[in-house]
């Protein structure tokens, strides 16, 4: 007898997802049918031009916002289905989010701010945990230190642990290495892909073609369409297309 075994569900799923905001000027369409799968443990970064609706697609995909049309599913889980309450919790569990702000609490340690999610999702505090994400990202000895007395990089790093602590299904990047230095952001997109190597799924909102680089695919957007992609590009690559969409 033959076994069939069902293929798991992607990491995220967009099935013709829209997304229109009305103004005093008429209606701006930011998304316009964008259907994609994102495969779990991969890692996409997402470029376009100013306008192109990169921030809006990740914005929808993270349940930030709610589409005008279309779904979104997170490891199949449909998050149009779910009630506030519900997708709060499930977000808390399923994805993490790292931004350029960084988003600490200058009040906490590095080793609080780690551990908030799960204080503030009501579990206990794993300390071996927390500390094992610290040290991930090479700042086990500085668990103690609050985010004025780290570095720039070394507070996105902190955002990272945060994010990898709970091993949620996928982690949002909204353009992570926008305010560093390059030194310090080829480390972050280092961290950023070993995370997908160990089997979570990584979208990035990034402008930068060498950001870009580390991921396994680009997608291009253009007009709140998907207009092109590559795979395993270099930045030279990424940066040409970028020129060519730029151009139109």
Do not use: C, W
Not at 24 to 46: E, N
Not at 192 to 211: E, K, Y
Not at 215 to 224: K, N, P, S, V, Y
């Amino acid at each position: 007898m033959t076994v069939q075994t069902i293929p798991a569900a992607p990491a995220v799923a967009l099935d013709d997802l829209s997304r229109v905001y009305k103004t005093r000027a008429g209606s701006v369409h930011a998304l316009r049918g964008v259907s994609h799968a994102f495969g779990a443990g991969t890692f996409t970064a997402i470029m376009g031009p100013s306008g192109s609706g990169k921030s809006t697609l990740l914005q929808l995909a993270a349940g930030l916002d709610v589409p005008s049309g279309g779904r979104v599913s997170i490891g199949g889980t449909d998050l149009g289905r779910l009630k506030a309450t519900a997708l709060t919790t499930f977000r808390r569990t399923s994805m993490a989010f790292v931004f350029q702000s960084y988003n600490l609490l200058d009040a906490l340690t590095a080793f609080d701010n780690v551990a908030l999610p799960a204080r503030l999702a009501g579990r206990p505090v794993d300390r071996a945990a927390v500390l094992d994400a610290l040290d991930q990202v090479g700042l086990r000895d500085l668990a103690r230190r609050r985010p004025p007395e780290l570095s720039g990089g070394q507070q996105q790093r902190v955002a990272i642990a945060r994010a990898i602590h709970s091993r949620p299904d996928v982690l949002f990047a909204d353009e992570p290495t926008g305010a560093l230095d390059r030194t310090t952001g080829r480390d972050v997109l280092a961290l950023l892909r070993r995370v997908a190597d160990d089997g979570q799924s990584v979208v990035m909102v990034t402008h930068d073609p060498l950001a870009a680089s580390y991921a396994d695919e680009t997608l291009f957007l253009a007009d709140g369409r998907i207009v092109g992609r590559l795979q395993n590009a270099d930045a030279a690559a990424i940066a040409q297309r970028m020129s060519e969409l730029e151009d139109r």
